[in-house]
């Protein structure tokens, strides 16, 4: 066992679109022996002898946690992903910065996995599906008339900004690349959390 990381979560200022990228990274079912290498360092903790041995490569772009787990796959250890172990996790972004992070991110991920392409027809068809996708979740949980404008725009500077970082990389493994861009299935709902556990308030904590 290399790594472990939780869940992570928006609030209600969390933009529907990344709610439903939350959901796709981080589903309710735990994965304890993940044979691929997608996690993320805001909520993990690392083994503190693998990471003195191989620390994250700070001269990338972004993606040094994807970086690291790919190393430590290589090197026959596995990851666990426990989704009891749950965050909330907000990005108060405009569109600019949307786009500049994931163009960050591509920029890296192409340097991680430089056989990979991303091109105009993958462009226009994960930015068209995962539109279609989440106007249609935001219709089933009544919020389309509040979310369909930002709904637009989230998708399209995530998508742009990725084209843009591809073209500034065998396939890359499916399952890594439907965690990173593909959307959430039809048939699939973002449900209310069922933890048995109430959620630490640090703010409490600090007023004690």
């Given at each position: 066992?290399?790594?472990?990381?939780?869940?992570?979560?928006?609030?209600?200022?969390?933009r529907f679109s990344e709610?439903?990228?939350?959901?796709r990274w981080y589903p309710e079912i735990s994965n304890p022996v993940q044979k691929h290498p997608f996690c993320n360092n805001a909520n993990a903790a690392i083994r503190r002898?693998?990471?003195a041995q191989h620390p994250y490569d700070e001269t990338l772009s972004g993606l040094e946690d994807l970086a690291w787990a790919r190393w430590a796959?290589?090197?026959?250890?596995?990851?666990?992903?426990?989704?009891?172990?749950?965050?909330?996790?907000?990005?108060a972004e405009q569109p600019p910065q949307v786009y500049n992070r994931y163009r960050r991110e591509a920029m890296?991920?192409?340097h991680?996995?430089?056989?990979?392409?991303f091109g105009l027809r993958d462009f226009l068809r994960l930015l068209?599906?995962?539109?279609?996708?989440?106007?249609?979740?935001a219709t089933r949980q009544g919020v389309l008339g509040a979310s369909w404008s930002r709904i637009v725009w989230f998708r399209w500077m995530q998508f742009r900004g990725t084209y843009q970082g591809f073209h500034q990389s065998g396939p890359l493994t499916w399952q890594l690349r439907q965690t990173f861009y593909y959307p959430q299935?039809?048939?699939?709902t973002l449900r209310p959390p069922t933890r048995g556990v109430e959620p630490i308030q640090y703010n409490d904590l600090a007023e004690d």
């Amino acid at each position: 066992m290399a790594l472990v990381y939780g869940r992570q979560r928006g609030d209600k200022i969390t933009r529907f679109s990344e709610s439903q990228v939350f959901a796709r990274w981080y589903p309710e079912i735990s994965n304890p022996v993940q044979k691929h290498p997608f996690c993320n360092n805001a909520n993990a903790a690392i083994r503190r002898e693998l990471w003195a041995q191989h620390p994250y490569d700070e001269t990338l772009s972004g993606l040094e946690d994807l970086a690291w787990a790919r190393w430590a796959v290589n090197e026959g250890y596995h990851l666990a992903y426990i989704a009891e172990a749950e965050v909330v996790h907000v990005h108060a972004e405009q569109p600019p910065q949307v786009y500049n992070r994931y163009r960050r991110e591509a920029m890296a991920f192409k340097h991680i996995f430089p056989q990979e392409r991303f091109g105009l027809r993958d462009f226009l068809r994960l930015l068209s599906s995962n539109i279609a996708s989440d106007l249609w979740h935001a219709t089933r949980q009544g919020v389309l008339g509040a979310s369909w404008s930002r709904i637009v725009w989230f998708r399209w500077m995530q998508f742009r900004g990725t084209y843009q970082g591809f073209h500034q990389s065998g396939p890359l493994t499916w399952q890594l690349r439907q965690t990173f861009y593909y959307p959430q299935g039809i048939n699939s709902t973002l449900r209310p959390p069922t933890r048995g556990v109430e959620p630490i308030q640090y703010n409490d904590l600090a007023e004690d």
